[in-house]
């Protein structure tokens, strides 16, 4: 996987928590917290990327489909959640894997924190007890540096992830500059934000694409940015200001 350099990292807006940065091999993890679990995060993230690799050369159709697939008995956990929640929205497991790693590391750290931002390569794992900005960077989109998702700490733990075909890294078979849904899974997240990028190739397939995921069960919303084009769905409240407002970056 390539690396690219998290620029939109320097739009964290200073706050109260502990801004710390852990990384290992392809995984990139920016972690907000109430104290420094710089230690406990990679002690996390060493052993969920071992099971990840460990599996990857037990089964390795698991890396490489971008179908719905069923993993084998004994599969460890988080790679048994990556194929359910896959299969919900029709992509391969691995399109929640960045998801996976922010919420594996996320819920390891609340029993030290309750205030908790782990970002992963654009994919959020969020638990907060007040409202959080989160910005969204949708490239050259008349949108960029202008649009935050306003998160109510009511539906908080929550995972908000992002795909793109415009940006990043993401694999997408559509255009759109970001897609982004929230779920209290940022495994469903991360897996249901590359499946509704891959349905938008056009302006027109905005409302279709945003029907099609209003009907999964586990997602709270979604926003469809397209050039000039901005397409909203469920529990979202946007807000325009600038990215020097945001809590956090998407």
Not at 28 to 50: F, G, T
């Amino acid at each position: 996987m390539e690396y690219r350099e998290r620029f939109y990292r320097d739009w964290v807006k200073r706050d109260e928590m502990v801004t710390f940065h852990i990384q290992l091999k392809e995984s990139d993890l920016l972690i907000k917290a109430e104290r420094d679990l710089k230690e406990e995060a990679m002690e996390v993230l060493k052993k969920i990327r071992k099971e990840i690799e460990d599996y990857i050369r037990r089964d390795p159709l698991f890396l490489k489909t971008l179908k719905p697939y069923h993993v084998k008995e004994g599969a460890p956990g988080i790679i048994k959640e990556m194929a359910r929640m896959a299969r919900r929205v029709k992509v391969g497991p691995m399109a929640g894997v960045a998801g996976a790693v922010a919420e594996w590391v996320g819920r390891a750290l609340l029993p030290y924190s309750r205030e908790i931002i782990v970002e992963n390569g654009g994919d959020i794992f969020l638990n907060s007890s007040c409202e959080r900005k989160i910005g969204v960077f949708a490239g050259k989109s008349s949108f960029r540096r202008h649009l935050l998702l306003k998160i109510s700490p009511e539906i908080c733990p929550v995972g908000i992830c992002t795909s793109s075909a415009t940006v990043g890294h993401s694999l997408s078979f559509g255009k759109a500059d970001a897609v982004v849904v929230l779920s209290s899974s940022a495994i469903l997240a991360d897996a249901a934000a590359t499946s509704l990028g891959n349905r938008v190739k056009r302006k027109e397939d905005i409302p279709h694409a945003l029907r099609w995921i209003a009907g999964k069960r586990g997602i709270l919303g979604a926003v469809i940015i397209m050039g000039d084009y901005l397409g909203i769905w469920g529990e979202i409240e946007i807000w325009e200001g600038g990215m020097k407002d945001a809590h956090s970056e998407n």
